[in-house]
């Protein structure tokens, strides 16, 4: 397969992620904070402290692709389709992150 065959698949196979495949990635970040509500460019790059390149790609990424919306005072809020994905990816993992709390709350008491 030549390389420029190998780009394009590339690029296909990228647009086909869903949110499971790309909880390491700054979108899942992006999608996490608005699970709080709404909020706008400043309020989601001081939460999160990425580099503002990194913030634009992702959040028009998630804007392309229907994962959120931006209201008419400039907030992104969540879509259904991107609430649907959270909730089929965080639900089964629940336990598992509360155990993390726990165990965050007895290092951070112990230290």
Do not use: C
């Amino acid at each position: 397969m030549s390389r420029t065959n190998k780009f394009i698949y590339s690029i296909r196979d990228t647009y086909h992620m869903k949110i499971r495949d790309m909880l390491v990635l700054p979108s899942a970040k992006i999608l996490l904070v608005l699970v709080e509500g709404p909020k706008n460019d400043k309020e989601i790059l001081s939460i999160l402290q990425m580099s503002s390149t990194t913030y634009y790609e992702n959040i028009t990424w998630l804007l392309a692709h229907g994962f959120i919306q931006k209201t008419p005072d400039d907030k992104y809020v969540l879509t259904d389709k991107a609430k649907k994905q959270l909730v089929n990816v965080f639900l089964p993992l629940f336990r598992y992150i509360e155990k993390l709390k726990e165990t965050a709350a007895v290092s951070i008491t112990t230290t």
